[in-house]
């Protein structure tokens, strides 16, 4: 590595130092500021029990409500600057005690760190490319609530459980029939494997054409609105409420105010000051109508962090955070109510009991609780993966495709793929080249092939995952609803969250093959679940591992990297350049001279193929700041499209997890037109705010799956707390020819590297997985 000789300093202020979190609050105390319902914790500026700064995340709410007084509905309570922090991975449990949940209080997170949406912005319609796919997660949502509503009693091995197990697996039961639940529900559960599909699910439907969510009516959102004036709330959050609320939001609201936490922008303090200026002192912070919201509001959180589920107990510590009197009685509510789910766990083989008294065995578990959302889109993506790993298939003249194979790596996916119905493959940027070489042996062998990445551009085919189950790409669905082919490959598998992954599962048809491949060491998926951790966790269908080394001092780099050493690689080509800064402002000067001089002078690389990634949104360093400075080096204007001028570099997010670029070509009524890799897209005016964003400069999680000729990483010093391993792996990886790096963080950086790995999340698909494979086993053949 080498220092950029060419890099002038200048001077600038000390980038502004992240606030400390607040310790939390005690259980039912006031905050002495708060709108007296003792309700509000310092939860709602940080993650319980962590040490992460407050706004660690950028929110990417957008423009924040207006504020009406303190605690009440629209204030950020952690101040102006809360949400523009460095940005961290969607993450699950924190590493500090206590903090398992890694559940964000700010609602309006963004985990992804893509878009910022304004407050009200929920209340608008989508773009038709990304309603299809909703569409099509829906029928699937709707086809698991179906099987849900037909399956018997989830739990049937009770009989060798005793003492508090076999008191919790009767509360558990009586939960299911509709009883009133047991006092014990929360300290222990039994353990109880799945049950292997007894029979394939039945034919999916096509997916239905994009069709726009039906706007609430006028009389609607004027019904809530005086709702909402009555509880000093702003008139904005009217038709955001009634479109997530429905036709009857208005008396939702007046008999529950703190469903207002159905929106985004509203946080459980200022649904607390909407609720007591409704409600008055009848408002408490045991209230079972306020309670049974947040239990919910919580695991939403939780899932924008990466949780499918949460741990009972770190639920329940997360609820006295928020000043609930009686976490346990609060929970049990929720799950009385039937607004969140029960699930148990085996930990471990089972404890006492020998040979001869196996039955006398304890099994030891651990109780988690979800939404039915994400609980039920897991195990559909158990079923169904199960499904798939258990087909036959005959070798055929696979083998002479292996002989013929490019590289040893690639012989052995395609000899474990000829057999396999289910298959991963692990493996860098090079190792792309095998699952490349299997679709095209493949598709010489008569099978019909379809190859999906994460970002346009990424795989052999021009098809995307998102454009694959919208129906816009790839090969289409037969009449069954299934997709039409024999072999589905999909790469940059870390990004699939739990409901995109089982909407695909469900569509790939029986007696096909599927192949997740990608790499272990990025950042994880938007949305819920890691689904490709946990299928390699469980071990239940083969893996083939690339030996395919990443090539050069780039290559090199990432590597060490990925194992948790931060290398000092020969460059003698320049490859890695390291740019010493003191401050965040001439972070910002050094990497606008890289980006429009040192690099196209070093490397013939036009500042149109050099990306700038940065930790964060926010700060003196982040992409708000660098792509202001961009801009005005690179296409100066006035910005009278919304901010934008023709020609802008942009990044285009029509829905969550989805960071396109594109480059602005004009605007009129319809809206703001981009230029998407030779595509033309139109955002409607509406949706510019929340949906497009300067992209000279973006965020790794903006980043992942993509790869650029020349990539400048900036790590302000304000970005020290935001950096992990596979942050750093990420980002460092994106780039082809050559990497800059403007380091400002010190000894962060190798620190990271090598002590901060990726934060876990919790979730049940491995679990589901290995009880599947067992069942299966164990039925007689």
Known sequence: ????????????????????????????????????????????????????????????????????????????PAGPEAEDGPETAPAAADDAAGSETGIEADAGADPEGT??????????????????????????????????????????????????????????????????PSAVYFDEAPAAPRKAPAAPPPPRPVAPAAVAAPAPSA????????????????????????????EDAAGQLTENPWRLLSLPAVRPAQADGFARALLGPEAGPGDERRTTVLVGWLLAQAGLKGHTALEAPVLEKALAQYGVPNPVEALEQAVAEGSVLVFHEPLGPPIGGGAEDAEDAEQPVRLLVGLEGAAMAEESLADGLARLAAGTFAPGDWERAAGSAPSPSA??????????????????????????????????LGLR??????????????????????????????????????????????????????ALVESVPDGARLVLSGDPGVLGSAGAGRVFADVLAARTCPQSVSRTPDPGPLGELVSGIGIGELNQVDAPGKEVVIVPVTDAGEAVHRAVQLVAESVPRAFGIPADQVQVITPGHGGSAGTRALNAALKERLNPGPGRFGGFDPGDRVVHVPSAGRALAARVVSADAEGLHLDRAGA???VPKELVESQVRH?????????????????????PGDAAQALSRDWVYTAFGRGERHLSVVHGVDQALPHAVAEVPAKPRTTRLTGLLTALATAGAQQPE
């Open 115 to 180: 878009a910022e949406p304004a407050a009200g912005a929920q209340a608008t319609p989508a773009l038709s490319e990304a309603q299809a796919e909703l569409a099509a997660q829906k029928i699937e949502r709707e086809r698991i609530a179906r099987r849900k509503a037909e399956r018997e009693a989830p739990v049937e091995a009770g009989a060798k459980l005793s003492g508090k197990a076999a008191d919790l697996l009767a509360a558990v039961r009586a939960v299911e029939s509709g009883a009133k």
């Open 411 to 444: 012989a052995e996916l395609i000899r474990a793929v000829a057999g396999h119905g289910l298959v991963t493959h692990t493996g860098g940027e090079a190792a792309r080249a095998e699952p490349a070489a299997l679709a095209a042996a493949a598709r010489e």
């Open 219 to 246: 009389d609607t959102v004027e019904a809530v609105r005086a709702v909402l004036a009555r509880g000093g709330a702003p008139e904005a959050l009217a038709a955001p409420a009634a479109a997530a609320l429905g």
């Open 680 to 682: 033309r897209v139109v």
């Open 695 to 715: 992209g000279w400069a973006v965020t790794a999680h903006q980043a992942v799956g993509t790869r650029w000729p020349a990539v400048v990483v900036v790590l």
């Open 449 to 502: 092939v379809c190859v999906a990445a994460h970002a346009p551009g990424g795989g052999p085919d021009p098809v995307t995952v998102a454009g694959l189950l919208s129906g816009a790409e790839g090969p289409g669905r037969d009449a069954d609803g299934q997709f039409a082919l024999d072999l589905l490959v999909v790469l940059d598998a870390p990004q699939l969250d739990v409901e995109t992954a089982a």
């Open 1 to 76: 590595m080498s220092t950029d000789p060419q890099a002038d300093t200048a001077a600038a202020e000390d980038p502004a130092t992240p606030e400390a979190e607040p310790s939390a609050a005690a259980e039912g105390s006031p905050d002495p500021g708060s709108d007296g319902t003792g309700a509000t914790p310092a939860a709602d500026t940080a993650e319980p029990g962590t040490t992460e700064p407050a706004g660690a995340e950028d929110g990417g709410s957008g423009a924040e409500p207006p504020v009406s007084g303190r605690g009440g509905v629209g204030e950020s």
